[in-house]
């Protein structure tokens, strides 16, 4: 077997085309990207993760790790095959974890269950718009933190 890159720690398995790997989350926040934690995807950090890839960080216990990949693979589905914008891709992405990690609870993997992602990633497939979309506290701001969101925003360019 090859040796793997770093931050790479172990290859976890192959879904919907997709190489798992877990790596070193604190190598990747303290040498790429501070903003790195539970995982990511090509689409959300195009400067670091190879296409093709999810990355999950190894600081998650097998239920997260589960459940985190499961979140990718929709997020980055939603980004690069429905162009969406990272936090409405994020939003759907929740959606379909919120109800896999109740079911993972129920009884918790002891390691990363590539089968359960793959299975629940094909019932997304199916049903892409089956979970709603929850309100969070900051979709209604006052307006004037609204304004404060917007300055932010400008000031750095980007949304946030």
């Known amino acids: 077997m090859a040796t793997l890159k770093a931050p790479r720690i172990r290859y ?9 790997y877990l790596v070193s989350g604190r190598q990747v926040r303290n040498e790429l990207d501070i903003d790195f934690t539970m995982g990511g995807n090509e689409a959300v950090y195009p400067s670091y993760v190879p296409r093709g890839e999810i990355w999950i960080d190894d600081a998650a216990d097998a239920l997260d ?18 162009g969406l914008s ?5 939003e759907i992405a929740s959606a379909h974890e919120r109800p896999f990690r109740r079911e993972l609870a129920r009884r918790p ?3 990363f269950d590539a089968g359960k992602v793959s299975a629940a990633y094909r019932a997304y497939l199916r049903a892409p718009t089956r979970y709603p979309i929850i309100d969070r506290p900051n979709d209604n701001l006052p307006s004037r933190s609204q ?4 300055d932010i925003e400008a000031a750095i360019g980007r949304k946030v």
């Open 12 to 20: 976890l398995g192959k879904i919907a085309g997709l190489k798992v």
């Open 65 to 82: 790790r589960t459940a985190t990949c499961l979140h990718e693979i929709v997020e980055r589905h939603q980004m690069m095959k429905n």
């Open 86 to 90: 990272y936090d409405a891709a994020h």
């Open 109 to 111: 993997p002891k390691t």
């Open 147 to 150: 304004k404060l969101q917007r």
